[in-house]
């Protein structure tokens, strides 16, 4: 199994550009999130999904969107990138049963000049 | 409102030496607690987690977390730390009658084991 991979690994934007970044994976967990890390904050959950076709927000969600059409993908996607958006972005999945631990993909390292 | 403390930004510590990792947590009701590490360039991996019963919770790599209901608390342990352990660790906690979106994570404690 792969577990839960990410594309791309990096990416540069400039300020205003528009991106996709693609989760997937192959444990047929129900749940999925997008995280967000920032040196000295831990993770923030940007949005989240507890199954194909559904999303929520998370703590961060703004200028970010999501899309889940598949249950094996969860999409997070920048409309207008601004330098705040500079992060490392995790995906991650998780059965969503009683305290399922997640599995986290590799991170996207992602800079907005 | 659930929130997770890590207090060390740092931990140094030498090798062979036992090694502890704090965390304190706030949560309504009881808690489910999971620690993870994460590596140079990769994503985190999930180590233990604590949902009831002893209180000394046994995980990957020789770690293991003890549950301290009176002190909030959720230490992660090792008796003989290993260079190969310099990592940075996250705890995280979530309410047991929450859904499992709503898992708050620390902000970190960077674990540095020398020779």
Same mark, same amino acid.
């Given at each position: 199994?792969?577990?839960?991979?990410? +594309?791309?690994?990096?990416?540069?934007?400039?300020?205003?550009?528009?991106?996709?970044?693609?989760?997937?994976?192959?444990?047929?967990?129900?749940?999925?999130?997008?995280?967000?890390?920032?040196?000295?904050?831990?993770?923030?959950?940007?949005?989240?999904?507890?199954?194909?076709? +559904? +999303?929520?927000?998370?703590?961060?969600?703004?200028?970010?969107?999501?899309?889940?059409?598949?249950?094996?993908?969860?999409?997070?996607?920048?409309?207008?990138?601004?330098?705040?958006? +500079?992060?490392?972005?995790?995906?991650?999945?998780?059965?969503?049963?009683?305290?399922?631990?997640?599995?986290?993909?590799?991170?996207?390292?992602?800079?907005?000049? | 409102?659930?929130?997770?403390?890590?207090?060390?930004?740092?931990?140094?510590?030498?090798?062979?030496?036992?090694?502890?990792?704090?965390?304190? $947590?706030?949560?309504?009701?009881?808690?489910?607690?999971?620690?993870?590490?994460?590596?140079?360039?990769?994503?985190?991996?999930?180590?233990?987690?604590?949902?009831?019963?002893?209180?000394?919770?046994?995980?990957? $790599?020789?770690?293991?977390?003890?549950?301290?209901?009176?002190?909030?608390?959720?230490?992660?342990?090792?008796?003989?730390?290993?260079?190969?352990?310099?990592?940075? $660790?996250?705890?995280?906690?979530?309410?047991?009658?929450?859904?499992?979106?709503?898992?708050?994570?620390?902000?970190?404690?960077?674990?540095?084991?020398?020779?």
């Amino acid at each position: 199994n792969a577990g839960v991979t990410q +594309t791309p690994k990096f990416r540069v934007l400039k300020t205003g550009q528009s991106m996709t970044l693609l989760c997937a994976q192959d444990m047929n967990h129900e749940y999925m999130y997008w995280y967000r890390q920032d040196p000295g904050m831990g993770l923030r959950l940007i949005h989240y999904s507890v199954g194909e076709g +559904t +999303t929520a927000k998370g703590e961060v969600p703004d200028g970010y969107n999501v899309s889940r059409l598949k249950k094996q993908n969860f999409l997070l996607g920048l409309e207008s990138a601004a330098p705040s958006q +500079t992060s490392v972005y995790f995906c991650a999945s998780s059965t969503g049963l009683e305290a399922s631990e997640q599995f986290f993909g590799p991170g996207t390292r992602l800079t907005v000049l | 409102a659930q929130s997770v403390a890590q207090p060390e930004d740092q931990v140094n510590v030498a090798e062979g030496n036992p090694l502890t990792v704090k965390c304190t $947590y706030s949560v309504s009701g009881n808690p489910y607690l999971f620690w993870y590490v994460q590596y140079p360039n990769r994503g985190l991996q999930f180590l233990l987690k604590y949902i009831t019963g002893d209180n000394l919770v046994k995980g990957s $790599y020789g770690f293991e977390a003890e549950f301290n209901k009176s002190q909030t608390s959720f230490h992660l342990k090792k008796p003989s730390a290993l260079v190969s352990d310099s990592a940075l $660790y996250f705890c995280a906690v979530r309410a047991s009658y929450s859904s499992a979106s709503k898992i708050i994570f620390g902000s970190g404690t960077r674990l540095s084991i020398r020779p």
